[in-house]
Structures are given as structure tokens and as C-alpha cells.
């Protein structure tokens, strides 16, 4: 704490002082409502409802409601909120993040702020980590809101669209970080209003907030679909891979380097430099790889994909490990978190390195992916007109919070005082003496009755653990990403008697580990720590799952000089010092220079770690305001706005913007180039050709008014084709919105080549974030350009069809595949394939009857 804190206190504790009056205020009213029968309290919901619409704000109403709450808590759950409850809901509703400790009943805290804010009718999103605590929360906490008149609906992964909109048409939904965001890709991927499911981001409590804007955030959320690219060269480079030689680590070898390719002394065939997770192949591996693929010159640009696949399967060979990357189950790659122990479902890695690990453990290769839609979790959290959240650790990464999402951090005191004793470090020389210190401090504890958490970061060991507990005959269970299913059931029982729980970081965060009687009285629950996570913050989680509302308890950390914290990012003065010392084996070593070096490399990760997700966020600040405007164009269109206008003044800017690019200013009528203006025109926008003959004015303005009249004649010549005007505003919408979504999916591989791409300019003295704004820019003209061409140049080429059954069918022809077939009045029909029978109703296959002819 420096000088002033000391004088005027610090952040929260001044935010603090400001709070506690209206805590007094909520706690006036407790014996008023305690006299209220169950229907009086009740009715105070629309009470509160009809003096917002009135014009009283929800600050206003706060103690009144937030004492409603309460006394419903007692009643229904026979739990009536601490002081320190009511100060977090004062803070959540502030849109700010309540710091508070493990066990101070955080999903209690939140039943404040979303019935105040639930009561504008514009619905309030709890977001949680996983499906269980979402169903959990829902039932258990949602009985308080339903008492009180309120909705409440939970969105779980297994759920359909109709039972999701359900769910979000709540007063109150409880919903996974994942589920929300990919319901809000999947919305605005929607071709019909019906289709969506949300009805917009008002206002969100995130619980665990450090795990989803903090941990998750640098994993966007990717919708895709398949490409037709082949997966056999990922099995052909996964195979020359694995018969490669990893030459000697180069620690001093930097993306730089890589980049400036800067000659190191190289031995085998590849090195790896493991802090900046790259591999490079030396001369000899290049010479491998080209005799393997009967190549002459790897460098030569149609051998780009053999060199991206290589590196891809090297990478997923020596940096990507089993069962602390990833795991494997059901014959699929599954990504494992590596802050919270978690597996993330339906999380993908990009750039074909989830195929380089699926080729790694043979599993079926899923073809490579094509992005159909993406945001970061900043960009999407920061969509909520307010939001808020809770955790138990959120000071140390106070200032992300700030500058990314503009939320400040209040430490709130606990209930009852902390008595948990947290232990000095034990270090030792090697990870084998560390893990047989784990094993006999643990049999220790057991032999008094004391419960023991033992966190570890990966499965790998935690199973490691867990044999050697087995061979000393000692009972325990596992909690990790193979078995999170039993997640809740494991943690429940952690704090009974005698038990032994084995757990990597995900140890049951959202649910308390409660102490019997008999455990308390043997020292509460004892956390072990098998390594130093590389944030701080992750270490604070673990250490917090003992010691809730005054229980005892203590925790400590056994460290060894081999783990990768100390390896990779520790002094290598200090270290040397610790080597050149005989110290016998198993022996402890304690010193405080080592432990400063600790905090010093996890502090330096910290940094490192803030300094990518926000390096990733100003980067996608482009992409974000692109997706923008387009997901508003989307939502235009798919509102039912009426196109006409829009349709043809896109058909005038094409004959315009024609024109302006074959006829100059000055130029001379006779210099005119009608050949190159017929061929930029015409296939866009099929009117009679132009000749110098039938030009009635020889000014450039003249030219551009005369074709302009006859575009627009020729489209409203098209527009009496349809029997009902509605019917071509509905091909209108459905075409404009299908030729978006293509060239949007396009323009997202396109901005992500040129992200890849962007970081050499920073050798020619340029700013890479600014030459992607401008390149961005550019591109993203380009493109709205070609939405434009494309949507006239179908709306030209749609015409009805009479069939047998009187149906009538929009028909497009031309180069546009995609958009082949369309059914009106409303629905699109799917895309035809050539073995699929002809619909005119021949009875042959489509590629043997219409499929020969054009299309139907």
C-alpha cells in the first residue's frame, strides 16, 4: 500500500464509504417488509414497475426493492443476505466488479441486481462458466424471482432455437458465456427474422468475470463450416513429422528472427523456442521435407501450403501436449482451458492446427474450416448497454478491466475474517522430489483427518498424483477435464472428514467446498499446490477454495527448479546459483530471493499476457467496426425495411460509377471507350447495349442520365414479372441478405490473410496496427462494392417460372451457384446436387435433365 492509500484510503475502501449509506437504507426497511403477508410483497414488483414507468429510476427504487429481495430470500430459500451481500448488489448495479472471496455466496449477491434491473422489462442476462451452474442457479436462485412475479429461463448447450428464444423472452435468463455469444453470431447469420433468438444485450452480471473477460478472451468465438479442401497432407505432414530430429533449443531465437531470418548454429532438423511457442525448420529439415515431397525449392510460393502444414504438424508435435492443451474423447480433440482446467466445447484451434493435432492422434481429420462468423468476447460483453460482474479475484488484473471494458474493481470485505494460513513456498531441485514432498504432506494431513485439495495445472498430474496416492493406499478422487461431468458431486464432498481431492484449476469454481464438523476440528481444508500458475490470480482461486466464512484452513505451494515457470522465465543467475549448491536429494530450499524470482516471472507473464489481448483487441477494433455495419445492415433487411429504394439506387451508382471509370471529365465523346464501358456495364446490368449511334446526348452527364433511365426501366420491367409486389421484395431481401453473408464470410479469411501478413511492414518503419486500418479500410470498400454488383447482377438474372403444380419458382441464372434456386413467396429452396431428382418432376437426375440445360 503506498503513502496516500494510507492517508485516504484506497479505491475501495473510499467507493466503500459511499455505499454504506444506502446499505443503511436498504436495511431500514427490513422490518416493514418482514410485516408484508406474501401477496403484499409480491405486488411490490408491479409497484416498482409502475413508478419506473412513472419516471422514478431504478436508483431511486434500489433500497426499497433491493429490501424486497431480501426478506424473499428468507422466505423462499431461508437465506437472507449479509450486509456484505448487499453492498456487492450496490456495486453490480453500478455496473462494476465486486471483488469477492471464495464461499461469500456471489449467486445470492446477484439475485439483487437483476430483479432491479429485470423490472425495465428489457431483460437481464446471469452468465455463468458452465451448463451446470446455469441450470443450478436458474432453479435454485430463480425460485426467489418467481415468488416475486418475475420469469426466469435458462439456455443450455443441448436446447433448441424455439426453447432458447423461450428462454431469452424472460425477465431473467440464465445463460454460459459460449452459449450467449454464439446465439448472437447465430442471429445475425438468421435469412429470417423468425429464426432469431435473442431480443438484444441489455444488461449482464457476469459471474467469475476474470474467467470470461479475462482467461477466455484471448479465444474469439468462431462459427465455420467445412471447406472442400483435402485433410490428407495434415496425415502426410504429421507422418514426415514425427520421423523428424528436434535439433537444440535456441532460447534466444525470437518471432524477430524468425521473421529477418537470421542464421543461428541449428543442429537437427528443427528447433523450438517454447516462450514464443514457435518451431523453425533448419536447412536439413528443409532438405527433409523437400525429398519427401519431391519438391525442388520449399521456399517457391505453390509450395506455401506444404511449408504452412509442416510447421502445423511440428508444432502440434512438440508444443501442443495431450491431456494439457487438449484431450482426446470420442474420437475428438477437445480444448482444455488452460486457466480454469475446463474443456471448452465447441471451441476450435485455427489455422489448421486442430487438424495437426487430430493427424497427431489419429483421430478423424474434420476438414478445414471456413469462418462464417467471429467476435472476441471484448467486443461481444461490450455490446450490453451495462454490465457487471463478481469474483474472487479481480484486483491483480484491475487495470485490463479498465482500459478494456471500462469497468473499475471494489474489494469487499468478507463476512467473517479470514483465519486461513497460507505457507512459504517449498522448493526443491527436482519435479520427482517435489511430487514425493505432495504425496507425504498429503499423507500427513490424511492421518489427522484432514481434508486436502490437492491443485494441480494439468491432467497429465493430476493422474501422475493420483497413482502415487494410489500406491500408498490412500482413497481420493480426481477432478479434471476428462471427468467434469461429476464436477459439482467431487467438490461437494472435498470438505468431509479425512478426504483427499485431486483437482486441476478448474476445482469447482461456483460451488463451495463445506467443512464437516469433524474437518474443521482437524485444521480445515488443506490446499496443495503442485505448481505456480503463471498468473497470480490463478493461484489466489486455488488458495481461496479453503477458508470460507471464517473457517480455518491453510494452503501451500510446492515448486521445483524444473517447472516451466522457473525454466522458462526464471533467473538464470539464480537458478545457476541453486545448481552449483550440493544439496542432498528431497532436501527443502527456502530462500527469499527464489521466491521473489517466482512472483518476478509470473508478474512478467501477467504483463506478457495483457499486452497479446490487447494487441488482439486493437487489431479486431477494425474488424469489429466493419462487423458493425454490416450486422445493422443484416438487421435492416431482415426487419422487413421495404429494399426498393435501396435496390435501385444500387442499380444508378453501378451505371454511374461505370461510366466515371471509362469516361473522363474533359474527354472528348469520340474518345469515349464504349467497347470497355459495355463490358464493365452489361454483365451487371443487362440493357441494350450501348453504341455511339443510340447515345442521344454527348455529354458525360448526359451519357449517365440516359443509361440510368433505362436501368431502372429494365428493373421495373422485371418487377412486373411477379404477380405480387411483395414477392420481389421478398427475393429482394433474401438475395441481398445471402450475397452479404457470402462476401462477409470472404472479406473475414481475407482480413485474417492480411493480419498474418501486416507485422513485416514494421520493418520498413510502419506501424502494422495502422497499415491494417488502412488496408482494412480499403478492403472493406471493396467489398460493399461487390455486394452491390453481385445483388443487382441476381435481381437481373430472377425471373418466375410457371411448373406443373402451378408453383411458382424465382429462377437465377448466370455464374452465382450459390444462389441457384429460389422458392417464393418466403422460404429459399436448398441448393440442388447433381444426383438429387430433377424438380421439374421428370423423374431423371437433376444433372441429367436441368442441371444439362442451366438450371430450372
Same mark, same amino acid.
Given at each position: 500500500?503506498?503513502?496516500?492509500?494510507?492517508? +485516504?484510503?484506497?479505491?475501495?475502501?473510499?467507493?466503500?464509504?459511499?455505499?454504506?449509506?444506502?446499505?443503511?437504507?436498504?436495511?431500514?426497511?427490513?422490518?416493514?417488509?418482514?410485516?408484508?403477508?406474501?401477496?403484499?410483497?409480491?405486488?411490490?414488483?408491479?409497484?416498482?414497475?409502475?413508478?419506473?414507468?412513472?419516471? $422514478?429510476?431504478?436508483?431511486?427504487?434500489?433500497?426499497?426493492?433491493?429490501?424486497?429481495?431480501?426478506?424473499?430470500?428468507?422466505? *423462499?430459500?431461508?437465506?437472507? =443476505?449479509?450486509? *456484505?451481500?448487499?453492498?456487492?448488489? /450496490?456495486?453490480?448495479?453500478?455496473?462494476?466488479?465486486?471483488?469477492?472471496?471464495?464461499?461469500?455466496?456471489?449467486?445470492?449477491?446477484?439475485?439483487?441486481?437483476?430483479?432491479?434491473?429485470?423490472?425495465?422489462?428489457?431483460?437481464?442476462?446471469?452468465?455463468?462458466?458452465?451448463?451446470?451452474?446455469?441450470?443450478?442457479?436458474?432453479?435454485?436462485?430463480?425460485?426467489?424471482?418467481?415468488?416475486?412475479?418475475?420469469?426466469?429461463?435458462?439456455?443450455?448447450?443441448?436446447?433448441?432455437?424455439?426453447?432458447?428464444?423461450?428462454?431469452?423472452?424472460?425477465?431473467?435468463?440464465?445463460?454460459?458465456?459460449?452459449?450467449?455469444?454464439?446465439?448472437?453470431?447465430?442471429?445475425?447469420?438468421?435469412?429470417?427474422?423468425?429464426?432469431?433468438?435473442?431480443?438484444?444485450?441489455?444488461?449482464?452480471?457476469?459471474?467469475?468475470?476474470?474467467?470470461?473477460?479475462?482467461?477466455?478472451?484471448?479465444?474469439?468465438?468462431?462459427?465455420?463450416?467445412?471447406?472442400?479442401?483435402?485433410? @490428407?497432407?495434415?496425415?502426410?505432414?504429421?507422418?514426415?513429422?514425427? !520421423?523428424?530430429?528436434?535439433?537444440?533449443?535456441?532460447?534466444?531465437?525470437?518471432?524477430?528472427?524468425?521473421?529477418?531470418?537470421?542464421?543461428?548454429?541449428?543442429?537437427?532438423?528443427?528447433?523450438?523456442?517454447?516462450?514464443?511457442?514457435?518451431?523453425?525448420?533448419?536447412?536439413?529439415?528443409?532438405?527433409?521435407?523437400?525429398?519427401?515431397?519431391?519438391?525442388?525449392?520449399?521456399?517457391?510460393?505453390?509450395?506455401?501450403?506444404?511449408?504452412?502444414?509442416?510447421?502445423?504438424?511440428?508444432?502440434?508435435?512438440?508444443?501442443?501436449?495431450?491431456?494439457?492443451?487438449?484431450?482426446?474423447?470420442?474420437?475428438?480433440?477437445? +480444448?482444455?482451458?488452460?486457466?480454469?482446467?475446463?474443456?471448452?466445447?465447441?471451441?476450435?484451434?485455427?489455422?489448421?492446427? =486442430? !487438424?495437426?493435432?487430430?493427424?497427431?492422434?489419429?483421430?478423424?481429420?474434420?476438414?478445414?474450416?471456413?469462418?462464417?462468423?467471429?467476435?472476441?468476447?471484448?467486443?461481444?460483453?461490450?455490446?450490453?448497454?451495462?454490465?457487471?460482474?463478481?469474483?474472487?479475484?479481480?484486483?491483480?488484473?484491475?487495470?485490463?478491466?479498465?482500459?478494456?471494458?471500462?469497468?473499475?474493481?471494489? $474489494?469487499?470485505?468478507?463476512?467473517?475474517? /479470514?483465519?486461513?494460513?497460507?505457507? !512459504?513456498?517449498? &522448493?526443491?531441485?527436482? #519435479?520427482?522430489?517435489?511430487? @514425493?514432498?505432495?504425496?507425504?504432506?498429503?499423507?500427513?494431513?490424511?492421518?489427522?483427518?484432514?481434508?486436502?485439495?490437492?491443485?494441480?495445472?494439468?491432467?497429465?498430474?493430476?493422474?501422475?498424483?493420483?497413482?502415487?496416492?494410489?500406491?500408498?493406499?490412500?482413497?481420493?478422487?480426481?477432478?479434471?477435464?476428462?471427468?467434469?461431468?461429476?464436477?459439482?458431486?467431487?467438490?461437494?464432498?472435498?470438505?468431509?472428514?479425512?478426504?483427499?481431492?485431486?483437482?486441476?484449476?478448474?476445482?469447482?469454481?461456483?460451488?463451495?467446498?463445506?467443512?464437516?464438523?469433524?474437518?474443521?476440528?482437524?485444521?480445515?481444508?488443506?490446499?496443495?499446490?503442485?505448481?505456480?500458475?503463471?498468473?497470480?490470480?490463478?493461484?489466489? !482461486?486455488?488458495?481461496?477454495?479453503?477458508?470460507?466464512?471464517?473457517?480455518?484452513?491453510?494452503?501451500?505451494?510446492?515448486?521445483?527448479?524444473?517447472?516451466?515457470?522457473?525454466?522458462?522465465?526464471?533467473?538464470?543467475?539464480? +537458478?545457476?546459483?541453486?545448481?552449483?549448491?550440493?544439496?542432498?536429494?528431497?532436501?527443502?530450499?527456502? =530462500?527469499?530471493?527464489?521466491?521473489?524470482?517466482?512472483?518476478?516471472?509470473?508478474? #512478467?507473464?501477467?504483463?506478457?499476457?495483457?499486452?497479446?489481448?490487447?494487441?488482439?483487441?486493437?487489431?479486431?477494433? *477494425?474488424?469489429?467496426?466493419?462487423?458493425?455495419?454490416?450486422?445493422?445492415?443484416?438487421?435492416?433487411?431482415?426487419?422487413?425495411?421495404?429494399?426498393?429504394?435501396?435496390?435501385? %439506387?444500387?442499380?444508378?451508382?453501378?451505371?454511374?460509377?461505370?461510366?466515371?471509370?471509362?469516361?473522363?471529365?474533359?474527354?472528348?465523346?469520340?474518345?469515349?471507350?464504349?467497347?470497355?464501358?459495355?463490358?464493365?456495364?452489361?454483365?451487371?446490368?443487362?440493357?441494350?447495349? &450501348?453504341?455511339?449511334?443510340?447515345?442521344?446526348?454527348?455529354?458525360?452527364?448526359?451519357?449517365?442520365?440516359?443509361?440510368?433511365?433505362?436501368?431502372?426501366?429494365?428493373?421495373?420491367?422485371?418487377?412486373?414479372?411477379?404477380?405480387?409486389?411483395?414477392?420481389?421484395? $421478398?427475393?429482394?431481401?433474401?438475395?441481398?441478405?445471402?450475397?452479404?453473408?457470402? %462476401?462477409?464470410?470472404?472479406?473475414?479469411?481475407?482480413?485474417?490473410?492480411?493480419?498474418?501478413?501486416?507485422?513485416?511492414?514494421?520493418?520498413?518503419?510502419?506501424?502494422?496496427?495502422?497499415?491494417?486500418?488502412?488496408?482494412?479500410?480499403?478492403?472493406?470498400?471493396?467489398?460493399?462494392?461487390?455486394?452491390?454488383?453481385?445483388?443487382?447482377?441476381?435481381?437481373?438474372? &430472377?425471373?418466375?417460372?410457371?411448373?406443373?403444380?402451378?408453383?411458382? &419458382?424465382?429462377?437465377?441464372?448466370?455464374?452465382?451457384?450459390?444462389?441457384?434456386?429460389?422458392?417464393?413467396?418466403?422460404?429459399?429452396?436448398? %441448393?440442388?446436387?447433381?444426383?438429387?431428382?430433377?424438380?421439374?418432376?421428370?423423374?431423371?437426375?437433376?444433372?441429367?435433365?436441368?442441371?444439362?440445360?442451366?438450371?430450372?
Amino acid at each position: 500500500m503506498n503513502l496516500i492509500d494510507k492517508i +485516504i484510503g484506497t479505491h475501495s475502501e473510499r467507493e466503500l464509504k459511499r455505499i454504506r449509506p444506502i446499505v443503511d437504507k436498504i436495511e431500514s426497511y427490513r422490518e416493514t417488509m418482514h410485516g408484508l403477508t406474501d401477496a403484499e410483497l409480491r405486488s411490490k414488483t408491479d409497484e416498482f414497475k409502475k413508478r419506473l414507468a412513472d419516471g $422514478e429510476t431504478p436508483d431511486d427504487i434500489l433500497p426499497e426493492a433491493y429490501a424486497v429481495v431480501r426478506e424473499a430470500g428468507k422466505r *423462499v430459500l431461508g437465506m437472507e =443476505h449479509f450486509r *456484505v451481500q448487499l453492498i456487492g448488489g /450496490v456495486i453490480l448495479h453500478q455496473g462494476r466488479i465486486a471483488e469477492m472471496r471464495t464461499g461469500e455466496g456471489k449467486t445470492l449477491v446477484a439475485t439483487l441486481p437483476s430483479y432491479l434491473n429485470a423490472l425495465e422489462g428489457k431483460g437481464c442476462h446471469v452468465v455463468t462458466v458452465n451448463d451446470y451452474l446455469a441450470k443450478r442457479d436458474a432453479e435454485w436462485m430463480g425460485k426467489i424471482h418467481e415468488f416475486l412475479g418475475l420469469s426466469v429461463g435458462v439456455v443450455l448447450n443441448s436446447m433448441n432455437s424455439d426453447e432458447r428464444r423461450d428462454a431469452y423472452n424472460c425477465d431473467i435468463t440464465y445463460v454460459t458465456n459460449n452459449e450467449l455469444g454464439f446465439d448472437y453470431l447465430r442471429d445475425n447469420m438468421a435469412i429470417y427474422k423468425e429464426q432469431c433468438v435473442l431480443r438484444g444485450l441489455n444488461f449482464a452480471i457476469i459471474d467469475e468475470i476474470d474467467s470470461i473477460l479475462i482467461d477466455e478472451a484471448r479465444t474469439p468465438l468462431i462459427i465455420s463450416g467445412q471447406s472442400d479442401k483435402s485433410t @490428407k497432407l495434415y496425415e502426410a505432414c504429421d507422418m514426415l513429422a514425427k !520421423q523428424m530430429t528436434r535439433g537444440e533449443d535456441q532460447a534466444e531465437f525470437s518471432k524477430m528472427d524468425a521473421l529477418m531470418g537470421i542464421e543461428q548454429e541449428e543442429t537437427g532438423d528443427f528447433i523450438v523456442n517454447e516462450k514464443d511457442k514457435l518451431v523453425n525448420l533448419t536447412a536439413q529439415g528443409v532438405s527433409k521435407v523437400e525429398r519427401y515431397f519431391h519438391i525442388e525449392n520449399l521456399a517457391d510460393p505453390e509450395n506455401l501450403e506444404i511449408q504452412h502444414n509442416i510447421i502445423l504438424a511440428l508444432r502440434a508435435n512438440n508444443l501442443m501436449h495431450r491431456d494439457h492443451d487438449y484431450i482426446v474423447k470420442d474420437d475428438e480433440v477437445l +480444448i482444455v482451458d488452460e486457466f480454469t482446467g475446463r474443456v471448452m466445447p465447441g471451441r476450435r484451434y485455427s489455422d489448421g492446427l =486442430h !487438424q495437426a493435432i487430430e493427424a497427431k492422434e489419429h483421430v478423424k481429420v474434420k476438414r478445414e474450416s471456413k469462418t462464417l462468423a467471429t467476435i472476441t468476447f471484448q467486443n461481444f460483453f461490450n455490446k450490453f448497454e451495462k454490465k457487471c460482474g463478481m469474483t474472487g479475484t479481480a484486483l491483480t488484473e484491475e487495470q485490463e478491466f479498465r482500459d478494456i471494458y471500462g469497468l473499475d474493481v471494489v $474489494e469487499i470485505p468478507t463476512n467473517e475474517p /479470514v483465519i486461513r494460513k497460507d505457507l !512459504q513456498d517449498a &522448493v526443491y531441485k527436482t #519435479k520427482k522430489e517435489k511430487y @514425493k514432498a505432495v504425496v507425504e504432506a498429503t499423507k500427513a494431513a490424511h492421518a489427522k483427518g484432514q481434508p486436502v485439495l490437492v491443485g494441480t495445472i494439468t491432467i497429465e498430474i493430476s493422474e501422475l498424483i493420483s497413482s502415487m496416492l494410489s500406491k500408498e493406499g490412500i482413497s481420493h478422487n480426481v477432478l479434471n477435464a476428462k471427468n467434469h461431468e461429476q464436477e459439482a458431486q467431487i467438490v461437494a464432498e472435498a470438505g468431509k472428514h479425512g478426504a483427499v481431492t485431486i483437482a486441476t484449476n478448474m476445482a469447482g469454481r461456483g460451488t463451495d467446498i463445506k467443512l464437516d464438523e469433524e474437518a474443521r476440528k482437524a485444521g480445515g481444508l488443506k490446499i496443495i499446490g503442485t505448481e505456480r500458475h503463471e498468473s497470480r490470480r490463478i493461484d489466489n !482461486q486455488l488458495r481461496g477454495r479453503a477458508g470460507r466464512q471464517g473457517d480455518p484452513g491453510e494452503s501451500k505451494f510446492y515448486i521445483s527448479l524444473e517447472d516451466d515457470l522457473m525454466r522458462l522465465f526464471g533467473s538464470e543467475r539464480l +537458478i545457476g546459483l541453486f545448481n552449483t549448491l550440493r544439496i542432498p536429494e528431497g532436501q527443502e530450499i527456502e =530462500h527469499k530471493a527464489l521466491s521473489k524470482a517466482i512472483e518476478s516471472a509470473q508478474k #512478467k507473464i501477467e504483463e506478457n499476457n495483457f499486452s497479446t489481448r490487447k494487441n488482439l483487441l486493437e487489431f479486431d477494433a *477494425v474488424n469489429n467496426e466493419q462487423r458493425e455495419i454490416i450486422y445493422k445492415e443484416r438487421r435492416r433487411v431482415l426487419d422487413g425495411e421495404n429494399l426498393r429504394d435501396n435496390i435501385y %439506387k444500387m442499380i444508378t451508382d453501378i451505371v454511374e460509377e461505370s461510366v466515371d471509370t471509362v469516361v473522363g471529365e474533359t474527354a472528348n465523346s469520340d474518345d469515349w471507350d464504349i467497347k470497355e464501358l459495355n463490358e464493365l456495364l452489361l454483365p451487371i446490368v443487362p440493357i441494350k447495349p &450501348v453504341s455511339r449511334g443510340r447515345i442521344a446526348k454527348k455529354t458525360k452527364e448526359g451519357l449517365k442520365q440516359q443509361l440510368k433511365e433505362e436501368a431502372v426501366a429494365l428493373y421495373e420491367e422485371k418487377e412486373t414479372e411477379f404477380p405480387e409486389p411483395e414477392t420481389i421484395r $421478398e427475393i429482394e431481401r433474401v438475395i441481398l441478405l445471402k450475397v452479404i453473408d457470402r %462476401k462477409w464470410m470472404d472479406h473475414i479469411d481475407d482480413m485474417d490473410q492480411l493480419r498474418q501478413g501486416i507485422g513485416l511492414q514494421a520493418y520498413g518503419q510502419r506501424d502494422p496496427k495502422v497499415e491494417y486500418k488502412m488496408a482494412g479500410y480499403d478492403m472493406f470498400n471493396a467489398m460493399m462494392d461487390s455486394i452491390k454488383e453481385d445483388t443487382v447482377r441476381l435481381l437481373f438474372n &430472377v425471373h418466375v417460372e410457371e411448373k406443373v403444380e402451378r408453383e411458382q &419458382v424465382a429462377k437465377v441464372t448466370g455464374t452465382n451457384k450459390d444462389d441457384s434456386v429460389k422458392k417464393t413467396p418466403v422460404k429459399a429452396v436448398e %441448393k440442388i446436387r447433381p444426383n438429387d431428382l430433377c424438380p421439374c418432376g421428370s423423374g431423371k437426375k437433376f444433372k441429367n435433365c436441368h442441371g444439362l440445360r442451366g438450371g430450372i
